[in-house]
């Protein structure tokens, strides 16, 4: 939980190395294009931690976990470069 409410970086900055077409939108990243991800504010999104600023450990049981979105908590990245 504290890492989801101060993660080590407020954002993660990605190159695109293929194009990409963003699944139900009329957006395809071009190769080059540089994507950054919003870490602190996908943290504090409501939508995905109800009461964001209260801290909670319960929103890290097994049960709350499986109900996320694996993606809505980053402190460390994703994918094969997780580390800061």
């Known amino acids: 939980e504290t890492l989801r409410k101060y993660p080590p970086l407020p954002n993660i900055l990605r190159n695109v190395t293929k194009p990409y077409h963003v ?3 009329n957006v395809t990243l071009e190769e080059g294009y540089r994507v950054l991800l919003p870490v602190y504010a996908i943290h504090h999104g409501p939508e995905y931690y109800p009461d ?9 049981t097994p049960e709350q976990v499986e109900k996320r979105n694996p993606y809505c908590f980053l402190p460390f990245g994703e994918g094969p470069r997780i580390c800061i």
């Open 52 to 60: 964001p600023e209260r801290y909670d450990p319960d929103r890290f």
């Open 23 to 25: 699944p139900d939108m």
